[in-house]
């Protein structure tokens, strides 16, 4: 996943988009059989920003605020944040990028042990994992990253 591209994240098990809702949550669109997000959703789109050390961060330049994984593997939204600036001092929002096969990626935190995980209609996180290697019978943590526009 190359830096300074705008992606939207999509689960084929839950057939749902990564969302930043605008109460300030983290969340995942209605179920959406065509993995092209809708030019209209501004809310699944997300700037992949460089984290250093081979992470990434994802900030959604509608709201201005990047994916957080809070201490006990919440997932919630940064403070804003201007043209996508990472601050150096984050860990929660920064998430290492794993390649599972078949056009398929996990985002494992560092920091908290876990993976950004979807449910039928939520966005949560999987139990503790010391180490970014996905079980195989874990379908609800594997993304398909889909490079898009703004609009």
């Known amino acids: 996943m190359k830096t300074g ?23 995942v669109s209605p179920e959406y059989e065509n ?14 920003v460089d984290a250093g050390y081979d ?14 994984m809070s201490h006990g593997g919440e997932m919630t939204v940064s403070p804003i944040t201007m043209k996508g600036d990472l601050p150096p001092n984050w860990d929660s929002e920064v998430f290492k990028v ?10 494992w935190s560092p920091s908290h042990g ?9 966005l949560s996180s999987s139990p503790l994992s010391n180490r970014p290697k ?11 990253y889909y490079i898009t526009d703004l609009k």
């Open 55 to 68: 992470k990434v961060a994802l900030w959604n330049p509608t709201h201005k605020r990047f994916i957080k």
């Open 114 to 122: 876990r993976f950004i995980k979807t449910n039928k209609d939520s």
């Open 5 to 27: 591209i705008i992606i939207s994240l999509w689960n084929p098990f839950h057939s749902r988009f990564i969302k930043m809702h605008g109460n300030n949550r983290m969340g």
């Open 98 to 107: 794993v390649d599972v096969g078949d056009d398929l990626v996990v985002l």
């Open 134 to 144: 996905l079980p195989d019978h874990w379908h609800s943590e594997r993304f398909r």
């Open 35 to 48: 993995h092209i997000v809708p030019t209209f959703w501004d809310s699944e789109r997300f700037l992949v």
